[in-house]
C-alpha cells in the first residue's frame, strides 16, 4: 500500500512540473488582415502617419509563417497588429520569436513592442538578427523591459519595428510565431489556475491516504 501512496505522491510532483506551452500572440498564419497596419516603408504608402492596410511589395503570406522583405529597417517602419479582444499575458517577462533570416537581409535587430488597453504604456523586447540564420526557423527569446504603468492583462496590439535610425539596411525576414512566457529559454507559461488545482487535489488525496493509514 504504501508503495501505491508514494506512486500517487509521484503523480503529483509530475503533473506539477510538466513542461507548459508559452502563450501563444501570432502565428502569422492569417496575419495580413483588418487588424495589420503597415507604416513607414514596410507599407506601400510610405506614410509613417497614416499606414497601410497592405504591405510593401515583398511582404507575402507563406504557409503558417510571414514572409518580411522589400523595405528598409528605418526606425519608423513598423507594422502593427491589434487584437479583436485584448489578451491577458499576466506571468510573462519574455517574448519568444521564431523566424528564419531571408536572403539579402542586412537589419542586424529588430524589436516587438505589446501595447495595453490604453495603446500608450508598453513594453518591449529586442531580438538580434545574429541570432538566427537564413537555414532554418530559430526560436530565440529576449526579456521584456517594461514601461512604469504597463498592464499584462490587457494587451491591445503589438509591433514590430526596426532598429536603424538612418534606415540603410535592408529587412528580409520570415516570421513563424510569436509567443509570451516566463523563464529562461524555452519558454514556460504561468500555470493556468486549473493545473494549480489539479496539482493540490493530488497531492492532497496522498496526505489524506497517509492519514487514514496510519490512523
Known amino acids: 500500500m504504501i508503495s501505491k501512496y508514494r506512486s500517487l505522491f509521484a503523480l503529483g510532483l509530475a503533473l506539477c512540473s510538466l513542461p507548459l506551452q508559452a502563450q501563444m500572440i501570432e502565428d502569422f498564419s492569417s496575419f495580413e488582415s483588418p487588424q495589420t497596419q503597415f507604416f513607414g516603408d514596410w507599407s506601400l504608402t510610405g506614410d509613417p502617419f497614416s499606414g497601410s492596410l497592405l504591405p510593401a511589395q515583398g511582404f507575402v503570406q507563406g504557409a503558417g509563417s510571414y514572409s518580411f522583405a522589400g523595405g528598409t529597417n528605418v526606425t519608423d517602419a513598423f507594422v502593427e497588429r491589434s487584437f479583436e479582444l485584448p489578451l491577458s ?29 490604453s495603446f500608450v504604456n508598453s513594453a518591449s523586447a529586442i531580438f538580434l538578427a545574429s541570432s538566427f540564420t537564413q537555414g532554418a526557423f530559430i526560436a530565440v527569446s ?29 529587412f528580409a525576414m520570415e516570421l513563424d510565431h510569436l509567443k509570451a512566457g516566463s523563464g529562461a529559454p524555452p519558454l514556460t507559461a504561468v500555470p493556468e489556475p486549473t493545473t494549480y488545482g489539479l496539482c493540490g487535489a493530488v497531492l492532497m488525496a496522498g496526505v489524506g491516504l497517509l492519514r487514514r493509514r496510519r490512523r
Not at 96 to 111: D, K, M, V, Y
Open 89 to 117: 499575458l499576466v506571468g510573462s517577462d519574455r517574448l519568444e520569436l521564431q523566424l528564419r533570416l531571408l536572403e539579402g537581409n542586412l537589419a542586424e535587430s529588430l524589436t516587438v513592442t505589446l501595447f495595453d488597453a
Open 142 to 170: 529576449s526579456e521584456l523591459t517594461f514601461v512604469p504603468g504597463f498592464d499584462l492583462g490587457s494587451v491591445s496590439s503589438f509591433r514590430i519595428s526596426g532598429n536603424d535610425p538612418f534606415g540603410g539596411a535592408p
